[in-house]
């Protein structure tokens, strides 16, 4: 398996296969037969192309490759058998894949746990997807986008905690992407995601 530690996120897909191959990187979270199935993406293209692509898309091997690579390191660092403790795992979870640059899944991961929040939970739930999304406008050229997206993100996640997550440091490193955004964006500087402790 390639594993690659740039914080650039990988190659785009069209909007079908990005999304298909989203629902298949969660549910490798916690289930074996899909992770199985992700590391066998991950080792090879032409799988890709022949058990996993529909014959008007195998151009985009590679790209599925790539991503399904980044999601295969990141998810094998997430134990299979775990009880769910409120947003303990979701975080965790949140954590492993943005760090490997899978914004877009982030956000997919911890809407349903937002659309289920009140209050100050609900507000910083919001910031972290807003600043998964705000990277991935950034990584898709939309720097209009990354840029307001990465602001509300920084104002939402200022003096925050969820869970045992202290927010603010995260927010401020938001706040300092959202100032640095550009065509040469330089991705080092993209904040890692807080671990629980």
């Known amino acids: 398996m390639t594993v690659v530690s740039s914080r650039r996120p990988p190659p785009a897909l069209p909007l079908a296969l990005r999304n298909r191959l989203a629902e298949l990187i969660l549910a490798s979270l916690r289930d074996a037969g899909a992770r199985r199935l992700l590391d066998e993406l991950a080792d ?84 972290l997807i807003q600043l998964a999304v705000g990277l991935q406008h950034l990584a898709n050229g939309n720097l209009e986008g990354a840029r307001a997206l990465l602001g509300e993100s920084a104002a939402k996640l200022s003096g925050r905690r969820l869970a045992t997550l202290d927010l603010t440091t995260l927010g401020e490193a938001a706040a300092a992407t959202r100032d640095s955004v550009g065509d040469d964006f330089d991705w080092t500087r993209v904040p890692r995601f807080p671990r629980l402790r």
């Open 44 to 127: 090879s293209p032409e799988a890709v192309r022949q058990r996993w692509l529909p014959a008007d898309a195998r151009a985009h091997a590679g790209a599925v490759t790539a991503r399904a690579g980044r999601a295969a390191a990141a998810v094998a660092t997430r134990p299979l058998d775990r009880e769910a403790r409120g947003l303990e795992e979701p975080l965790g979870d949140a954590a492993a894949l943005f760090d490997a640059g899978l914004y877009f899944e982030v956000h997919e991961l911890l809407e349903p746990h937002w659309r289920a929040a009140a209050g100050a939970e609900r507000e910083a739930l919001q910031g």
